[in-house]
């Protein structure tokens, strides 16, 4: 467990470093992540949208590093930033990865625990979290000084050193930071992203950053967004942008030009007065709080078939959230979410699982009047477990 309480006096007020960090990550499977959403990138290819992969060297972004990037030619990080350092001629570098958790579940189970002790004394935001990975040995112009004003920055290093330097104004040529932090793995920096800062590694260093969002104006626009699909919904694919008259028609032909206009105006208000949009807010929040604001999710497992001897027990370590929709229920875990009917039988299996106990799967689905499998109740465990709501004995908490 990690003790948090140092941190919340200073939280999105003043730069600090965090003690005693413990956690489950590992550089060893980090990098090996990092390899793994570089591929594409170094291939000359793009086969998603996320992760992002972007190579930063003298202050400027290399749009093509090709095999600059890390590959299976790369035992570990350590080794690919020799490698890199000697085909830059000694130039200093910082390679960064933005949203890859998704594709690695244990880095992101891991990384949702991590946040899982903070929000809990602070709040889960509203909105989701960046997080990325980097490798390098850059120095503060690698990137060079920047401004993030929306978000509270967290960096782990998990493994060298992480440096920032802070002004609370645009740094000036030659002008020293107001202050230095430094963390090594087990330490966390965090410090408000409306403070301009630099940031620098000390030796080949890999590690975590996350940005929390906590600017106001972002929940608005995270509304406005989900107003904007369900008018989209509403009014159809074939909906197209209004090309009115100019100079405008005057009289009652002016007025019918602006149908089109009228018409995503009259929407926006049926969704809102019919409880679409407060409906849309609730399952997004539902989501994201189940993953602890960690966004992308991992997909569901690919194997998730129970046998009847099989044993389970809910994990811990993930939340399982519910909420009333209408008669029935919204469930939420991991960040996905599925509507569920009122039924004393769904209740009765998520009684027994809560009850902490390894159970095995035929007791837990049998019918108490026919003694036999109840195929509702089996699908239902089927769902929790491809889900990771569920353990089966012999696998670990990932």
Same mark, same amino acid.
């Given at each position: 467990?990690?003790?948090?309480?140092?941190?919340?006096?200073?939280?999105?007020?003043?730069?600090?470093?965090?003690?005693?960090?413990?956690?489950?990550?590992?550089?060893?499977?980090?990098?090996?992540?990092?390899?793994?959403?570089?591929?594409?990138?170094?291939?000359?290819?793009?086969?998603?949208?996320?992760?992002?992969?972007?190579?930063?060297?003298?202050?400027?972004?290399?749009?093509?590093?090709?095999?600059?990037?890390?590959?299976?030619?790369?035992?570990?990080?350590?080794?690919?930033?020799?490698?890199?350092?000697?085909?830059?001629?000694?130039?200093?570098?910082?390679?960064?990865?933005?949203?890859?958790?998704?594709?690695?579940?244990?880095?992101?189970?891991?990384?949702?625990?991590?946040?899982?002790?903070?929000?809990?004394?602070?709040?889960?935001?509203?909105?989701?979290?960046?997080?990325?990975?980097?490798?390098?040995?850059?120095?503060?112009?690698?990137?060079?000084?920047?401004?993030?004003?929306?978000?509270?920055?967290?960096?782990?290093?998990?493994?060298?050193?992480?440096?920032?330097?802070?002004?609370?104004?645009?740094?000036?040529?030659?002008?020293?930071?107001?202050?230095?932090?430094?963390?090594?793995?087990?330490?966390?920096?965090?410090?408000?992203?409306?403070?301009?800062?630099?940031?620098?590694?000390?030796?080949?260093?890999?590690?975590?950053?996350?940005?929390?969002?906590?600017?106001?104006?972002?929940?608005?626009?995270?509304?406005?967004?989900?107003?904007?699909?369900?008018?989209?919904?509403?009014?159809?694919?074939?909906? /197209? #942008?209004?090309? &009115?008259?100019?100079?405008? *028609?005057? +009289? =009652?032909?002016?007025?019918? $030009? %602006?149908?089109? @206009?009228? !018409?995503?105006?009259?929407?926006?208000?049926?969704?809102?007065?019919?409880?679409?949009?407060?409906?849309?807010?609730?399952?997004?929040?539902?989501?994201?709080?189940?993953?602890?604001?960690?966004?992308?999710?991992?997909?569901?497992?690919?194997?998730?078939?129970?046998?009847?001897?099989?044993?389970?027990?809910?994990?811990?370590?993930?939340?399982?959230?519910?909420?009333?929709?209408?008669?029935?229920?919204?469930?939420?875990?991991?960040?996905?979410?599925?509507?569920?009917?009122?039924?004393?039988?769904?209740?009765?299996?998520?009684?027994?699982?809560?009850?902490?106990?390894?159970? /095995? #799967?035929?007791? &837990?689905?049998?019918?108490? *009047?026919? +003694? =036999?499998?109840?195929?509702? $109740? %089996?699908?239902? @465990?089927? !769902?929790?477990?491809?889900?990771?709501?569920?353990?089966?004995?012999?696998?670990?908490?990932?």
């Amino acid at each position: 467990m990690i003790d948090w309480s140092p941190l919340l006096p200073h939280w999105d007020r003043r730069p600090y470093c965090l003690p005693g960090v413990a956690h489950r990550l590992t550089p060893e499977r980090a990098f090996a992540l990092i390899v793994q959403a570089a591929a594409p990138f170094r291939a000359g290819t793009r086969f998603m949208a996320l992760p992002d992969v972007r190579f930063y060297l003298d202050g400027v972004l290399m749009r093509a590093p090709g095999d600059l990037l890390p590959g299976e030619e790369d035992r570990d990080a350590p080794a690919y930033v020799r490698r890199v350092r000697e085909r830059l001629h000694g130039a200093r570098f910082q390679l960064r990865v933005s949203q890859p958790l998704f594709l690695d579940e244990r880095l992101w189970s891991a990384t949702r625990d991590l946040l899982a002790g903070l929000f809990a004394a602070i709040g889960c935001p509203a909105l989701p979290v960046d997080a990325a990975l980097w490798v390098g040995d850059a120095q503060p112009q690698t990137l060079g000084a920047r401004l993030d004003p929306r978000h509270a920055c967290l960096r782990l290093p998990l493994l060298g050193a992480s440096e920032v330097r802070l002004w609370r104004s645009r740094p000036r040529r030659g002008r020293a930071p107001d202050q230095v932090l430094r963390a090594r793995p087990g330490e966390l920096l965090c410090w408000p992203g409306r403070r301009w800062y630099e940031e620098a590694d000390d030796g080949a260093t890999l590690g975590l950053a996350l940005a929390i969002p906590t600017h106001a104006a972002d929940a608005m626009i995270a509304a406005k967004n989900l107003l904007a699909e369900q008018v989209d919904d509403a009014l159809g694919e074939d909906e /197209r #942008v209004a090309m &009115l008259a100019f100079p405008p *028609r005057a +009289g =009652r032909h002016g007025i019918a $030009a %602006l149908a089109p @206009l009228t !018409r995503v105006g009259a929407a926006a208000t049926a969704v809102v007065a019919g409880g679409g949009l407060e409906r849309a807010l609730r399952l997004t929040w539902a989501a994201r709080a189940s993953a602890w604001a960690l966004e992308p999710v991992p997909a569901p497992r690919e194997e998730s078939t129970l046998h009847e001897d099989d044993c389970v027990q809910l994990d811990p370590r993930s939340p399982l959230l519910r909420l009333r929709d209408g008669e029935g229920w919204v469930w939420a875990i991991n960040g996905h979410v599925f509507a569920m009917p009122e039924h004393p039988r769904a209740q009765q299996l998520l009684d027994e699982l809560r009850d902490g106990q390894r159970q /095995r #799967v035929a007791d &837990l689905c049998r019918s108490q *009047r026919r +003694g =036999r499998i109840d195929r509702g $109740a %089996l699908d239902l @465990l089927q !769902r929790l477990y491809a889900l990771r709501a569920v353990l089966r004995s012999g696998e670990e908490v990932a």
